[in-house]
Every structure is written in structure tokens, then in C-alpha cells.
């Protein structure tokens, strides 16, 4: 009888260990972060953005990210490693609109509750594949573009000129939307011309070469907007080199591109949020996994647009 008593009290204690142990792995539910890069500031603060918030949530975030803004592959398999890791909640920003698709969708499918940050995913390509994203969380890229454009407009007043663009890579929604935003002020505008708009993937060096041949080709050029600071500061090397008055203004509020303000060699920046933009994401990616509930296929996601602001000098 006694030793009934005992094997009762060890199975009684077996299962209150089991029901603790599943108790305490639905109190803390597993986040990870897929980022583009760590080589550009504008990732380290969101990096620096969801940490902090992480750390106000009492919630753990796992941070991953690749070498450069052009290694679609390389995040790709990153967040396939991902899949089998236990993570309740994903947030990602895909370096193209399509490359995560896959991974996203094998998420969804796994019950991973997903979020979307900057770089908006392809939504028809997402949901073909049969997922859905519960928010995406971004700058207003479309008004960050036209913000620029008004300063460069404002600047170089009534008379207008020449304008050109420097975009980002090809096809990346956040790029074009900025080259959108900026080329309907210019086009829109009385005496400005937009004589360019040409990308340069982000790079600076890239840009320098852009622009060094857009200043060639128009001797009369009066401001260049370029759609991350990356590509600003190779343009403002150009500007320098050419020995011209140009304005150049870039986006992002990096802190290089915000010293060169202070020191009157950029016009402007308009600097994101991307602080705001992964804590805001780490909050709708905590939402969505307490909701218990993946998102419906045909269901609208959230949109959380995080606003910008001009820095001039």
C-alpha cells in the first residue's frame, strides 16, 4: 500500500512539473527579429529600439540580421533556420518584397504569428502562397520623400531648376515610395524640372558614381534628393568634387548625415524613426501572439505608419 502511495505522489508530481513547465512556456513566448543589416546605423537603432523595448516588456527578442542590404539569400536562410527553433512570433524586414515569401508562408502555416516591418512584404505574392502578416509597421515613406522635395523647393525658391533623384535598389517598396513622394513635389511644382532619377542599391559608392555623372550631364543642376543617407553622403562627395553649389538632402537621420548638416555640407535629412518602428513592431508581434489566433488569409493586417522629421541645420 505503501508503495502504491509513493508511485501516486510521484505521478501526482510528474504531472504538476509537466503543467508548470507548459504554464511557463505560455508565459514566456519566444520572439526573434529578422533585420536587413547591422553595417548601417539606421539598423543598429532599430536594433538599439527593440532591445529597449524587450527589456520594458520582460520579454526576450533573439536579433538576426546579415552582412549587407544585397544578400536576399543569405536572409532567406536565416529566417529558415528560424522555423524550427520554437519562436512563437517573427518580425521581419525582407530586403526585397519577395524574397521571404517562402519562409513566411511555412511560418504562417506553423502557427508563428508574423509581423512586417519597413520594407513592406509583397502581400499578393504572400498571400498566393497562402500566409498573412498581423501588422506592418513602417515610416510613411511616400510623405518622407515629399518633405525632402518641399525643403529643396523652399530652398531654392520661385525661380526653380534642375532636380534629380538618387533611388534605393530597384523594386524595394520603401525606395520607391520615397522616389514617389519627392518626384510628384517636383513635377507638381512651377519651374522645377526632375531631369534624373536613377538608383544606386543604397550604396555610397554607387551614388558618388550617380552622381558625379548626373552633374556632368546637367550642368545646371540645383539639388539632388536621395533616398537613404548612405547614398546622400556619396552624393554630397560628388557635389564637393564638381566644386558646385548643389543641395543635396538625404533620408534616414543618420548620425554621419546629421553631423554633415551641422556642418553645412548636407542640406537636410529627413530622419526616420526606426527606434519607434522595431519597438512598435515588438509590441504588435506581443498582440499578436496573445491573441491565441492566427490571422485570417483574407483578413486586412494593421497598419502603424511611425512619423519622420526634417533635420536641417
Known amino acids: 500500500m505503501k508503495r502504491k502511495s509513493i508511485h501516486l505522489l510521484m505521478g501526482l508530481m510528474l504531472a504538476l512539473a509537466f503543467v508548470s513547465g507548459v504554464s511557463a512556456q505560455e508565459a514566456n513566448p519566444r520572439f526573434a527579429f529578422i533585420l536587413k543589416t547591422l553595417a548601417n546605423p539606421f539598423w543598429v537603432t532599430m536594433k538599439e529600439g527593440i532591445q529597449a523595448e524587450a527589456k520594458k516588456q520582460n520579454v526576450t527578442v533573439d536579433i538576426f540580421a546579415v552582412q549587407s542590404e544585397d544578400d536576399t539569400q543569405g536572409q532567406l536562410q536565416q529566417f529558415e533556420n528560424l522555423l524550427n527553433k520554437g519562436y512563437d512570433g517573427i518580425a521581419f524586414a525582407p530586403i526585397s518584397p519577395v524574397n521571404l515569401i ?3 508562408a511555412q511560418a504562417y502555416k506553423k502557427g508563428i504569428k508574423l509581423v512586417n516591418v519597413d520594407e513592406k512584404v509583397d502581400m499578393a505574392a504572400l498571400k498566393s502562397a497562402g500566409a498573412n502578416i498581423f501588422a506592418f509597421v513602417t515610416t510613411d515613406n511616400k510623405a518622407v520623400g515629399a518633405k525632402a522635395a518641399n525643403f529643396i523647393v523652399q530652398q531654392v525658391g520661385p525661380k526653380g531648376g534642375e532636380v534629380a533623384i538618387i533611388e534605393g535598389r530597384a523594386g524595394a517598396a520603401s525606395g520607391e515610395d520615397r522616389k514617389s513622394g519627392a518626384a510628384s513635389v517636383f513635377t507638381s511644382t512651377p519651374g ?19 552622381a558625379t555623372n548626373i552633374i556632368q550631364r546637367f550642368p545646371n543642376l540645383k539639388a539632388i534628393y536621395c533616398a537613404n543617407d548612405t547614398m546622400a553622403l556619396g552624393a554630397m562627395q560628388a557635389v564637393i568634387n564638381s566644386g558646385k553649389s548643389i543641395l543635396v538632402v538625404g533620408t534616414d537621420g543618420d548620425p554621419e548625415a546629421v553631423d554633415m548638416v551641422k556642418a553645412g555640407k548636407l542640406a537636410a535629412t529627413v530622419a526616420q524613426d526606426p527606434a519607434a518602428v522595431g519597438a512598435e513592431g515588438l509590441r504588435q508581434l506581443i498582440a499578436a501572439v496573445k491573441s491565441g489566433k492566427q490571422i485570417p488569409l483574407n483578413d486586412e493586417p494593421l497598419f502603424i505608419a511611425v512619423d519622420s522629421k526634417l533635420i536641417t541645420k
Open 192 to 210: 522645377f524640372k526632375l531631369v534624373a532619377s536613377q538608383p544606386a542599391d543604397w550604396d555610397r559608392i554607387k551614388a558618388l558614381d550617380v
Open 102 to 104: 517562402q519562409p513566411a
